[in-house]
Each structure stands twice: as structure tokens, then as C-alpha cells.
């Protein structure tokens, strides 16, 4: 989608290595989530943030760690802890404010273990 | 029970066949329903939305049953390029909003 940014398109992650995956937005949407989809499979949310400066876990949080500290910006970071990182990341937003409205998607990231 | 859960894929259907998508969702909290289509290697793009008086964009067309808890996608006279994963995603209010993402019907279209 445009004006959602998610960088590197490719990672490769080395063992005990904690990676950072970009998302940036120029919507001024004020929600953000990042999912995980594995080959096959259908996307599983791994943390969300609706305004500045909170974010909550969803259903597959453990090994991931998020920051939002602007409202442009939503890293996650995959760290160690993550045994099984190989996976499609993506990045959405949406607009706050009614709850209908449908959410919208970066071009995702690709990251794989070395 | 899933919240929300979709034909099992694939189909696999010729050039200028109608092909129809089903969905259920379980949750009578569900306010808004769209569908989405992702290409292979490629991210989830909304496609329409779905309201209960039906709604038409070009060959697709969305219909949504709130007494059967039913979300229907029709696709007439497929192309190649149609062949995609096609996902069901419905919004819950539940005080917040939740938004949960079926897990997809891929579709081939053959020439």
C-alpha cells in the first residue's frame, strides 16, 4: 500500500542475533500491527499499538519486541529468543477513530535464519 | 470453533467460470466484513467491503447475511490474473476493536 514503508525487504538473521524490521507510515494512521504469515499459513498478530507510546501483545508475542514512540514509526525487533524467525513479516495500520475501517499493508518483510 | 472460517482451497476453475467464496464468522459482535486477496509472496490488498444490501465492483460481487452469520464473495467470468488467496476478514466490537483474519481460499484460474 502506499504510504506504508517496511524495510529491508530481505533479512537474514545469524544465530543468537537480534534483528530490527522497519515500518513506517505516512497515513497519520494512529493504529499499527505486525504479523507473522509462514508458508501456507494465514497471518498471526504478534503485537499492535494504538496511539503513541502503548502497544499490547497479541496471539504470538514471546520472542518479538516492539516500540512506538511516533506515530510514523513501529519497529519490531526479533530477538534470540525467537527459535523458529523464518517467516513473511507485515506491517498494517489503520485509522483510529471508527472502528470499521479495514486495515491496510506494507509489502512486508522476508527473513530468514543463516 | 474458529472465529472465522473459510471454504478449504484450492479451486481450481477454467477462464470465464463463476467461482463462489464462503465465509462464517462466530462472533455476533462482528460489525464491518471485508475481503482481501494476497498474491503469492506478496501482501493481503483490500479488495471490497461487505455490507448486508450487497455491493458490486465490476465481475465481484460481496453479500453479507447477519442471521446466518455468512459472508459470500462471487467472481464472475474469471481471468488468469484472478488466481489468488482470497481472505474473509470480519471486525469485532468487543469495547475494542479486533480485527481477525480468516485463513484463505486460493484460487487457480486455468486457461
Known amino acids: 500500500d502506499g504510504g506504508i514503508t517496511q524495510s529491508p525487504k530481505y533479512l537474514f538473521r545469524k544465530e543468537g542475533q537480534n534483528v530490527t524490521l522497519s515500518c513506517e507510515q505516512n497515513?497519520?494512521?494512529?493504529?499499527m500491527y505486525w504479523y507473522r504469515q509462514d508458508p501456507g499459513q494465514g497471518l498471526r498478530l504478534i503485537y499492535y499499538?494504538?496511539?503513541?507510546?502503548?502497544?499490547q501483545k497479541g496471539d504470538i508475542a514471546e520472542g518479538y519486541s516492539v516500540s512506538r514512540e511516533k506515530k510514523e514509526s513501529f519497529p519490531l525487533t526479533v530477538t534470540s529468543a525467537q527459535k523458529n524467525p523464518t517467516a513473511f513479516y507485515l506491517c498494517?495500520?489503520?485509522?483510529?477513530?471508527?472502528?470499521?475501517?479495514?486495515?491496510?499493508f506494507g509489502d512486508g518483510t522476508r527473513l530468514s535464519i543463516l | 470453533r474458529k472465529e472465522v472460517e473459510q471454504d478449504p482451497g484450492p479451486f481450481n476453475v477454467p477462464e470465464g467460470a463463476t467461482v463462489a467464496f464462503n465465509c462464517t464468522y462466530s462472533?455476533?459482535?462482528?460489525?464491518?466484513f471485508f475481503w482481501y486477496r494476497q498474491d503469492c509472496r506478496k501482501e493481503p490488498k483490500l479488495l471490497m467491503s461487505?455490507?448486508?444490501s450487497g455491493n458490486e465492483d465490476g465481475r465481484f460481487t460481496a453479500q453479507l447475511n447477519r442471521a446466518s452469520q455468512y459472508i459470500s464473495l462471487l467472481i464472475r467470468d474469471s481471468k488468469l490474473s484472478d488466481s489468488a488467496t482470497y481472505l474473509c476478514?470480519?471486525?469485532?466490537?468487543?469495547?475494542?476493536?479486533?480485527?481477525?483474519f480468516g485463513a484463505g481460499t486460493r484460487l487457480f484460474v486455468k486457461a
Open positions: 497515513l497519520n494512521h494512529d493504529a
Open positions: 499499538s494504538q496511539i503513541v507510546n502503548d502497544f
Open positions: 498494517a495500520t489503520r485509522t483510529g477513530g471508527s472502528g470499521n475501517q479495514p486495515q491496510h
Open positions: 461487505v455490507y448486508s
Open positions: 462472533n455476533s459482535a462482528s460489525q464491518s
Open positions: 476478514v470480519v471486525i469485532l466490537n468487543t469495547g475494542g476493536f479486533k480485527t481477525i
